[in-house]
């Protein structure tokens, strides 16, 4: 029966924090916010977010007249009704929109031509935003290296696997270093995969880049899709390439807006054995409605795209800052296993390491 009542809670939107505070509120309210903390495993700036989001929801009642105040189940007929009117309102959006759904739109082609291809690599590659993830044979790095450059200047951060890749065959029109932040080979043909932000990819056999090529390519602007082929890339084919090239980090202090870019300069300073300060700007995952500041010690990196690897969940970029209370993570704007939604990220030496020292 708990266990069902936890699962019915959760597929409101409710996180475990949420959920653990509602029911020990459930069944020990009216109750204070020390009270839950003691009895729950929730921190007591969780528990206030909590009570806040269940607030807004008309799930709980705060007493806020008594001291110190108390919070109580709202009645179940309350709840009922919230939850009636929270139904209404997702009926009457879907309604709405499903007229012009992603089922009436073409957002799965084939693409049959290598110029089709390539102009469509172009634009999805100029399109990016925060990150590309994209995958080619070394002799097709010349067309679209432009784009690729482009985004890096962008501050896009950009991750390149080149494929059928040979040393004497390095010397291309354009130089390989500038087209991405961070660049992996391997010398056997591999399938050409590009995956931009969460919203497009392309996936094509390495043939239609040949002129006589003539098989196809999928492109698709469905954000599931997309997130098959970046996992696909980034944790099977990226993760056999051998590291060619990193850029060097930028310079301390700077900020970042990119938390991908924060994390792989955070790893090259702390592999030299630099100490990092932190401060973020950052939405708690269970909380998007507030924005707080996170200052203190980069104590490890958590990130899968520069040797060496430093931790096996898949897609983790994240920073574990001290705060001199504990210990927090900051991940990127989608994080979901983080404690934090970075904003943006400052890097500083740590003052009894300053870069710019004496020694």
Known sequence: MADKLIELIQSFGFTDKETEAFITILEEGPITVQEIVEQSDISRRHTYNAIDNLQQYNFVVVNEYLTPATVEPAPPQKVYQQVQHLGDQLYEQLESRYRRSYHEQADVKVLKSRSTVTRTIRDMVSSARRRVGISIPLQFL??????????????????????????????????ITDAADVIRYRDDPGLILLAVDRESALVAPPEIT???????????????????????????????????????????????????????????????????????????????????????????????????????????SCLYIDTGDEVVTAGGVNATLEDHRALSIKLDAAPSNSLDSDG
């Open 210 to 316: 040949n002129s006589q090529g003539q098989r196809s390519a999928l492109y698709s602007s469905q954000p599931h899709l997309e997130s098959v082929a970046f996992t696909t890339l980034m944790e099977y084919e990226w993760q056999m390439g051998e590291e060619f090239h990193v850029a060097s980090p930028r310079g301390l202090p700077t900020t970042y807006s990119n938390v991908r870019k924060a994390v792989i300069d955070a790893t090259l300073y702390m592999n030299d054995e630099v100490s990092l300060v932190a401060e973020v700007e950052a939405r708690p995952v269970d909380n998007s409605d507030t924005v707080e500041t996170i200052t203190g010690d980069v104590v490890r990196v958590g990130q899968r795209l520069i040797s060496p690897i430093t931790t096996d969940i898949p897609y983790q």
């Open 142 to 175: 010349p067309v679209v290296h432009e784009q690729l450059v482009d985004a890096v200047d962008r501050n896009v951060a950009t991750m390149l696997l080149l494929t059928d890749f040979e040393e004497d065959q390095t010397d291309l029109d354009a130089p």
